[in-house]
DNA sequence: TATTATCCAATTTTT
DNA sequence: TTGGATAATA
């Protein structure tokens, strides 16, 4: 039976056939994809073809006659969702599934069935540190003792009973094993915050899920309706789901088990955040009759790096063994690095990137760099544009100025024209930019809304009627609200408009203003960028809404306002949401942010103990097998090269200190590696806590295996070069030693091009920063393969290049057939810029 | 009340 | 090193 899928194409209508769809796939893959009804657990190793396949089952399924409307597929970032759904559009032309973030679909569930829980469809959700100022706003008005705990730790506390299912009310008489002080005041606080997320309208990241999980178990009508509507669900990443996701999957697959799930357990690092291993593992004992299908087969890497990974993993012990392989070729050796600082660090990794680019090998989009804790990316961004040429780079850290104040001060205006009753926007913005709203008024207008049940834009409403309140307080208030008022009237406004409504009425340009000429910030243009984004927003916005006009979902887009679906937008991007693999750039991120992702050549800095494992999760055996997945999947998505390198001492919160290798670098397969370590190896750091090791000798040294290595052949060609110009120059006898070669090289001086670092260090001031520039670039001019000219021993080519700044060094190679080695810095050396 | 000064804290990973 | 929160001052 060959189902159809008709498509046009031009208008043209044409047909796929199924096995069309299927016919890339290699045979397991097929297996899995070919699946439709009943439950699918993919255990997918890393470089598997995962998404591939999970991609090309929805697009089979939809040839098969399967509704799209009908499929639901999770996924675990927006920007894993877009992936998809470009892939898919690829295959098939099938507007109508659902595809996106478990938090994107809860807030769907809940703009139409919130009311089951007390939320308005107007709710806002609220980021992380927004609803830590509730908690606190919520623990300050029932005052609270916080003696031996802080707001963080009980917004934490919270934030783990909920996503481990537990609503407020069950926390209070949850059996958590032991009493504890944190227990005790959370569960004073959690009421409160609760209370005050609700009279809001809010919710948190948390209440997403949990609130639908509630909303499910509490309305079994609601739920089956939900279950017959989506009657196909795929969830990826399932290692990382915590049990408020488990239990909404599982609601929605009661009567149509066709729930097929994909993750790796090895690739699991989000327990810290509740994420439960164990959904992945007892999927199996969840739905006996699933079909277990495994892809173990590696097409990402090097055999050299999946070995590095392989045997990584092996370590962790609560684990199934499995073996990882590939038919790849066993490619460069893995490099392991130490380095003295982490500016060494960053540098060296500059040049070598700088290097390959020169030489055409690759281009900057094929790079990546991993770091544990973002905190590091500051080296290696001064090293990438201290390099000459800049080497262009981005930092995956999301829409980073969406988190600016100004920019959420903006938004906040937005979420209270959007959702009045939003307290939260409210205190953040009702003396921003300074109005005259103090303390003390504000003391007093939260007691009327207090006593009344008021929300806080209400209770300034009722200013004049709070006797407490002085006349000059009471005007302010008022004049506030007649703003909010006039913004609320302009919601229909294309939302660039609005936000320029906003910024300019409530004083809020020249409050910028003013400070960006204090302070020489430019905070204004962070404005400006949100006036983009949005207007940007709302072009996609209004396209999407255009192609889904046909859907008869009710709660489809079209009925969610484009100010909504905004600022739901706004709260729900990620860090990795945010950047485009495709601009030539090279890319840093966090080895959490890297999950997913691959990249032609990988470096993982700062592997060093107390930071990866973090020095927070070494105490558990769970916790530190997590850190170790974490480096696994960071060198897993090396394609063809990986460099995981270590500090001797490591600058932190101002201070430089001591630091060691991690434990991990033990446990890889080091005899198969390239090792660019002090005498002694990883043990020997501790011994010399003052050394300063520099991996200059080997770190760029030729290697066979590596083409950084200049070839024999080329050395000779180039020598030969040398030798020709030099005797078209007139002189004969160059191999000659050094009074004539001296002359030689004015001679050369006088032909061609040449600079000397060493000239240019003379003849100026080196404490200038304008001649450090020079310093840099005429070091930086250096490179592999260069005819060059030394006062004493004559003419040359460098066969390596290694070492930053001062210490930058190049191996020679002479025509007397020597090799030698010199600083750049200081060397009486010349290049010929042929 | 607003602005500045000072101190203090913390600083893993993120929807 | 940063930001955030509180204290002091105008």
Redesign the pocket.
Known sequence: MNATNERTLLGFPYVIMSEDILASLTEVQRQAASHIDGPLLMIAGPGSGKTRVVTHRIAYMISQDVNPSNILALT???KAAQEMRLRIERLVSAPGYWMG????FCARILRQHGNLVGLAENFTIL???DSK?AL?RAIDATNIQLTHT?A?SIAWEI?NAKSNLLTPEEYQTSSTNSYSALTDVTRKASPAYEKYLLRSNSVD??DL?LHVAVILRDNPELRAQLDDRYRYIMVDEYQDTNLAQYAIVHALSLNNQNLSVTGDPDQS??A??GANISNIREFEKDYPTAKVVHLEQNYRSTGKILRTADELIAHNRHRKPKKLFTDNAAGEPVRLVCFGHPNDEAAAIAQRIAAEVKRGERNYKDFAIFF????FSRPLERALRSQNPKIPFQI???LEFLKR?EVKDIIAYLHLVNNPANNVAFERIV?M??????????GHLRNHAERYQLTMLEACREAGMIETL?K??AA?ISRFVTLIDVFTTSVHLPLGDLIIEIVDNCGFTNYLEKIDA?TGEDRSANVDELINEAREFQQHFDEDKATDADLDDAASAKNQTDLEAFLEQVA??????GFDQDTNKVLM?????AKGLEFPSVFIVGVEHGILP?E??MDDDR?LE??RR?LFVGITRAEQQLQISYCQRRT???QTRIASPSQFLYELPRDDMRCTLPAGGLASIGNHPNSDFEPTADYFEPDQSDHDALATEEIEAKLQQAQAILEQAGDHESQQPAPKIDHLANELAAMTNITTAADLLASTDSKSSQNNTAKQIALADFEQGMLVAHQRYGSGVIVSISGSGDKRTATIKFLDQQQRKFRLAFAPLMYMDT
């Open positions: 675990f970032t927006n973030t478990f938090h994107g980021d992380s540190k100022q606190k802080s963080d934030s990241f948390d899920l690092i989000y810290w955040r544990r804790v973002n905190a995956v850290r999301g104040k003396n930019p300074p109005r005259g709203i103090g303390k003390t008024t504000l002085s000059r307080a302010a204090k729900l991007v990620s860090e990795v949401d991120m966090s080895l959490h942010a973090h927070r999760s916790s997590e850190e974490l932190f919160r101002g």
